[in-house]
């Protein structure tokens, strides 16, 4: 009985041990980018992504802390390991495949100009977000731009007159459209289907766990199976990301 009392007593000090050794996934998320993610009102952190990231750490089974980050940081940290992966939409880009993985496409994308009527893409000074494809496009392209780090200055650069027109991914421009704060602007939209400008839209992971990878491109999958995906989109997308 006293043998029985110590194996028992042990396999529950190893579990509890196990438990307390769990460690929570480190997951890079933006500072402020809606509706892919924000503090709410309430001071929530949510958002499309965040609760992407949640759905997929609930399918894989593990705990994750949400980190927020800027977008210009985002590759650095995550092929640095400060982070296990990135809920953050990033176009799939030989730059950014040479430095991190790179999941299973979750939705495609392309970007989206906004401007006053008649004005030409690369016309008037452009407001974009540091580290996306839309800065590196606009400054490859030699256009006149004013470069920001969150999305979030995108509407108090344009209300302020220090730009004129914004270059902005999918989902974000969304956002932006739907601001009443710019609607006196008389900004219309165009969308950008160049190559560098679209694409699928992928998470990044660390380069030193491809096993994470495998793991959150079957959780993709499964979320998508089971309605959670979709879910999640019309929570906080007026159309389907697919």
Excluded at 126 to 142: D, E, N
Excluded at 167 to 188: E, K, N, Y
Aim: proline letters at 6%.
């Amino acid at each position: 009985m006293i043998l029985r009392c110590l194996v028992v007593t042990l396999a529950l000090m190893c579990s509890l041990h196990g438990h307390a050794a769990e460690k929570a996934l480190r997951v890079a998320v933006l500072n402020y980018s809606p509706p892919m993610s924000y503090t709410d009102d309430a001071g929530v952190l949510t958002g499309f992504n965040v609760e992407i990231m949640y759905a997929l750490c609930e399918a894989m089974g593990v705990k994750c802390e949400p980190v927020p980050v800027t977008l210009e940081r985002v590759v650095d940290v995550v092929a640095a390991g400060e982070f296990d992966f990135a809920a953050v939409s990033l176009l799939s880009t030989p730059e950014r495949r040479a430095r991190v993985l790179m999941s299973k496409p979750y939705y495609r994308s392309i970007s989206v100009w906004f401007a006053r009527p008649g004005v030409v893409p690369g016309g008037v000074s452009s407001a974009v977000v540091r580290g996306g494809v839309q800065a590196r496009y606009v400054q490859a392209q030699g256009w006149k731009s004013l470069l920001l780090d969150s999305h979030g200055e995108v509407v108090t650069a344009l209300l302020r007159g220090h730009a004129e027109a914004a270059l902005l991914p999918m989902a974000t421009a969304v956002a932006l459209q739907q601001d009443s704060r710019i609607h006196p602007l008389g900004l219309t939209t165009t969308l950008l289907r160049d190559p560098q400008l679209a694409g699928d839209v992928c998470l990044s992971v660390n380069p030193r766990t491809p096993e994470l990878l495998a793991r959150l491109n079957e959780a993709i999958d499964r979320i998508k199976r089971d309605g959670r995906f979709d879910r999640i989109n019309s929570r906080f997308i007026p159309f389907r990301l697919q």
